[in-house]
């Protein structure tokens, strides 16, 4: 297994990228910057320039690789048209990518919420919508896939183990990034996981996490 990593040096991609490479995964992270994502990512981590809005150069940069985990996300800005060019345009670039080459599984981070057109996040040029419409053309790609919908996402740990529910049953609740980036990782590998949507959250009273059973009843 070698995995191409999008969005690897924000705050989920690196958990992600640190999650593959203490399970000895090889990476190859998808940076803008490479002398700024030296200073974010281990060494071991191969680094190549690029961009989701470049489809031209995300074929070439995911050759070799067989699995893809997507993190990206629009930052928040004055530009409306970001969220659609990321989390939309930029996912169905490497999706379309992904199903040029032998990829065996696709994980995409999104969201809880991205079917509530009416929920506040969607006053932030419809970031919600497009994220949704990044799914879509995710799952028509004919590439396999999980889609993880996080909830809060939280850059500390808090005790609590993840509770994982199947696309549109959790609309609250919040987790950490390290537990995020395991769902992604134990997806990889697992069955179970495939053609699915999950949603994720922690909570205190739920008990240790058994992947297969986590995804096979999702």
Not at 62 to 83: F, H, Q, R, W, Y
């Amino acid at each position: 297994m070698k995995a191409f990593v999008a969005g690897a040096t924000g705050g989920t991609g690196r958990c992600i990228v640190q999650e593959l490479v203490q399970r000895q995964i090889p990476v190859r992270a998808l940076v803008r910057d490479r002398v700024a994502a030296q200073s974010l990512l281990p060494p071991e981590v191969e680094l190549v320039e690029g961009d989701v809005g470049d489809p031209v150069r995300l074929a070439a940069a995911i050759a070799d690789c067989t699995v893809v985990l997507c993190a990206t996300g629009a930052k928040p800005s004055l530009d409306p048209t970001g969220p659609m060019r990321v989390d939309y345009w930029g996912v169905q670039n490497l999706a379309q990518a992904a199903s040029q080459q032998d990829i065996q599984q696709f994980v995409l981070v999104s969201s809880l919420c991205v079917s509530r057109l009416f929920h506040p996040l969607n006053l932030f040029w419809l970031i919600l919508l497009w994220k949704l419409q990044g799914e879509n053309a995710l799952r028509h790609s004919g590439v396999p896939y999980t889609i993880v919908r996080p909830g809060g996402l939280l850059n500390d740990d808090k005790p609590g183990h993840v509770v994982m529910e199947p696309a549109d049953t959790l609309f609250e609740g919040s987790i950490p990034r390290r537990q995020v980036a395991q769902v992604c990782v134990e997806a990889l590998t697992c069955p179970a996981a495939r053609s699915k949507v999950v949603e994720v959250v922690t909570r205190p009273e739920a008990p240790a996490p058994a992947w297969d059973q986590l995804f096979a009843r999702c």
